[in-house]
């Protein structure tokens, strides 16, 4: 299984609808010693990312209001893209002896832990909180 961003290959579609345990990834990934440096994952298409949405039981409106942001990118036209990209912060991370990436991340989230850019945390649904064990505590 991997995220719901990684594309499927092209000849898997069909599986979505029977087999998803069959259904192989348009990805790859660097690693070395346990830790992944790089990934591969040529995603431009929208209606390829719809149908991701809707085979984990998004609806249309939920899809639009956490991934927004993603849809529109594909729908105004990402081009066709894709290779491979080094995680300089995994690199650092390694070549420290660190044990985790976040004393090394370029661009953290903000003293909110939002990350601006994509406008992120956001809500998610009490099927999904439930499923993951998590509780929110308002103040």
Known sequence: MHHPFTSPKREDIALLDTDLGKVRANAYDMVITE???????????????????????????????????LMDAFEFG????????????????????????????AFPKNNAGRDTMIDTPSTISEEQLNELGLIVKKK
């Open 35 to 69: 830790r992944k440096l790089a990934g591969f994952d040529p995603y431009t298409r929208s209606a390829t990312q719809q149908l991701m949405f809707s085979k984990l039981g998004f609806t249309e409106e939920e899809a639009k209001k956490q991934f927004g942001f």
């Open 78 to 105: 990402a081009p066709p893209h894709g290779g491979i990209a080094f995680g300089f912060d995994r690199l650092c991370s390694l070549f420290g002896g660190a044990d985790s990436i976040r004393d090394f991340i």
